[in-house]
């Protein structure tokens, strides 16, 4: 780390890239959390000494996204790294505009955080409620190991890829928690806590998945280094959790690549994540990145003619920024809602929705839309709890809602 430092101080920002993202994971998989620190003050203060034109996005973007999927430990050490990167000089080149700059820095920084929330909320559901929220049903042998410790690896079993009660099947970018197993024992309740969180657990996201009558073979991407190596032996066996799906937050974040930066960065995700291809007139740049422009401001003006909020319409559970989100849905043409997981994001949107259908002529509908399956499937979930009733449209229906959502198509789509 001193080395790395010294470094840091020697060469210009540019250079970074070079060595410091390398010896961040490393520091990062071995749990170093005095070397992360100096490392971490280093970049600090090169990137704010006088005539430093701070940190390179790219780089800290790599830094930043190294430290998501370090779970153990509660993501202890992860979320405590990543507070600190709000804070560090960003380079301004390779972004339209400050406008562009200062909105990329904020909200790319929330979405890392956000990311890394899904992952250690996504265990959390196990460490609860054991007994009730039941791992893939299989044992996963490591078949072919990277020689690094970090890369692909293939695992075979003879059972289906099919995930705990709801009977869900694994699929290709979904993110899964991989535990080592000692002795082929699988644990129960009592020991699952500290199974789930411990060195010798990692993350991984889903590649291809090849079946035949012998079994199946499953191809995963270790998200990060870990701590120790000793689990990562051709035939060692390892029990399966499915924490979540990154798709989505993926996608915001290329959105907002696409919004912001005027060059792809030197630096990608590996070939699963999607690539974005999007782009933005004036207008729309405009309202997102400044909400005080006069055309957000002309935009926010423009009441919904013949609508007016009656507090007293929308549900009693609602926070008072719940509320406020629902009363501008209701008065105005655009509303933007942000917020980290477990705000209530989709509950407010669903609330809007009811809210609407109080107002509206019976005969008219409310087309909902989201970004992905899952998402989807949430609101529509969401909404039977409202009364409100639903057609889901579109393949990809979970097995959670395919029970009572209401309709069908003559191809039997839901």
Request: with cysteine.
């Amino acid at each position: 780390a001193q080395r790395t430092v010294a470094l840091i101080q020697e060469r210009p920002p540019q250079d970074w890239r070079e060595f410091v993202p390398g010896v961040w994971k490393q520091l990062l998989a071995e749990n170093r959390e005095e070397e992360l620190n100096q490392v971490l003050t280093g970049i600090r203060e090169a990137a704010a000494a006088e005539g430093s034109t701070g940190i390179p996005s790219d780089v800290w973007e790599e830094l930043l996204d190294s430290c998501t999927p370090i779970v153990r430990h509660r993501g202890a050490l992860a979320t405590q790294m990543m507070l600190q990167f709000d804070g560090l000089n960003l380079d301004p080149q390779g972004f339209g505009g400050e406008l562009e700059h200062r909105y990329f820095k904020r909200f790319r920084h929330l979405l890392a955080l956000e990311r890394h929330g899904a992952y250690i909320q996504g265990i959390q559901l196990y460490t609860q409620d054991f007994d009730r929220q039941q791992p893939l049903p299989m044992l996963l042998r490591l078949h072919d190991a990277p020689k690094k410790g970090v890369g692909n690896m293939m695992f075979t079993t003879e059972t289906p890829f099919r995930s705990g009660n709801s009977g869900e099947e694994l699929r290709s970018n979904d993110v899964v928690l991989m535990v080592p197993l000692e002795d082929g024992q699988r644990f129960d309740a009592m020991t699952a806590e500290d199974k789930l969180w411990g060195d010798g657990s990692f993350l991984a996201y889903v590649g291809n998945i090849k079946r035949d009558h012998s079994g199946s073979r499953l191809s995963c991407n270790m998200l990060s280094g870990r701590g120790t190596s000793q689990s990562l032996e051709v035939g060692n066996e390892f029990q399966v959790y499915r924490i979540t799906m990154d798709t989505p937050i993926m996608r915001m974040v290329e959105a907002m690549r696409a919004l912001c930066l005027t060059t792809a960065p030197r630096w990608r995700e590996p070939s699963y994540f999607p690539r974005s291809c999007m782009a933005y007139d004036d207008s729309i740049r405009s309202i997102v990145l400044d909400p005080a422009s006069e055309t957000s401001k002309q935009l926010a003006n423009e009441s919904v003619e013949g609508v007016e909020f009656d507090p007293t319409m929308a549900p009693g559970t609602l926070t008072e920024d719940q509320q406020r989100a629902v009363a501008k849905s209701m008065t105005q043409r655009v509303t933007l809602i942000q917020g980290p997981p477990g705000t209530g994001k989709t509950y407010t949107a669903c609330a809007v929705i009811s809210t609407w259908l109080q107002q509206m002529d019976p005969t008219e509908k409310i087309l909902a839309v989201a970004d992905s399956n899952v998402a989807a499937d949430n609101i529509v979930a969401k909404l039977r709890a409202f009364g409100v009733d639903a057609v889901r449209i579109g393949d990809g229906v979970g097995d959670a809602v395919r029970d009572y959502v209401d309709g069908t198509f003559d191809d039997g789509s839901l």
